[in-house]
C-alpha cells in the first residue's frame, strides 16, 4: 500500500526557514519523480518543486531561489528547505509522485505570520 507521511511544517515568522520531509513506503520511491505541493485556503494545489530520479529538479517561479529540494533513495524519503519564507507561502504541503500520482496524505502545514 502507497503511503506517505509528511513532517516538518510549523508556525514561522516571516524571513524564517523550515525543512519539510516526506517518507514514503509501497512502491520504488527511486524509480520515480517526486513532487511537493502545496494548496492555501481558497485555492488549488499547484506543484512547488520537484526531483527526478536522477536528481534533476524543477522550481515554480513563485519559489525559486528560495526553495530546494531533495532526496534520499535509501531511506524513501525527500525533503523541502525552505528559506525566506513570505506570508504567501502559508498553505498546506504535500507530496506526491508527479506520475502516477497517488492518494493524497496529510500534509504538514506551514503558516508564515508575523
Known amino acids: 500500500q502507497v503511503q506517505v507521511v509528511e513532517s516538518g511544517g510549523g508556525l514561522v515568522q516571516p524571513g524564517g526557514s523550515l525543512r519539510l520531509s516526506c517518507a514514503a513506503s509501497?512502491?520504488?520511491?527511486?524509480?520515480?519523480?517526486m513532487g511537493w505541493y502545496r494548496q492555501a485556503p481558497g485555492k488549488q494545489r499547484e506543484l512547488v518543486a520537484q526531483?527526478?530520479?536522477?536528481?534533476?529538479?524543477y522550481f515554480a517561479n513563485s519559489v525559486k531561489g528560495r526553495i530546494a529540494i531533495s532526496r534520499n533513495n535509501g531511506e524513501s524519503t525527500v525533503y523541502l528547505q525552505m528559506n525566506s519564507l513570505k506570508i504567501e507561502d502559508t498553505a498546506g504541503y504535500y507530496c506526491n509522485r508527479i506520475y502516477p500520482q497517488f492518494t493524497w496524505g496529510q500534509g504538514t502545514q506551514v503558516i508564515v505570520s508575523a
Open positions: 509501497g512502491f520504488i520511491f527511486s524509480a520515480y519523480t
Open positions: 526531483i527526478s530520479s536522477g536528481g534533476e529538479t
